[in-house]
């Protein structure tokens, strides 16, 4: 016997939706995380371009990761290496492993 947990939309409010899972409820923006973004922005850099991928990277909003995110960070230096993120909005951190991925090449 499986359990499964359904997660329901019970009622949009002015902040985004209210999520509820089980007993718990949360709030959600509607915007979807920056590591989905980042993550169809390698995809679009890789079928179209970094320049499809760096415009619509600029159109879509999404709620940040933390800092130190071990999947986030890489891929947005990444991203930032081939021009498809600012170099500006890396946090400090990942701007010295973008310069070391930099003095690399």
């Known amino acids: 016997m499986s359990t499964r947990r359904i997660l329901t939309i019970s ?29 169809l922005a390698d995809r679009l850099a890789k079928a179209a371009g970094p320049e499809v991928a760096r415009t619509w990277l600029a159109r879509v909003a999404y709620t940040p990761t933390a800092p130190r995110d071990p999947l986030g960070g890489p891929l947005a230096v990444d991203l930032a290496t081939r021009g498809v993120l600012p170099v500006e909005s890396l946090p400090a951190e990942l701007r010295a492993s973008f310069q070391r991925a930099r003095a690399a090449e």
């Open 11 to 39: 009622k949009p409010c002015a902040t985004g939706f209210l999520l509820s899972q089980g007993s718990k409820s949360r709030r959600h923006s509607g915007e979807p995380p920056e590591l989905c973004a980042l993550v």
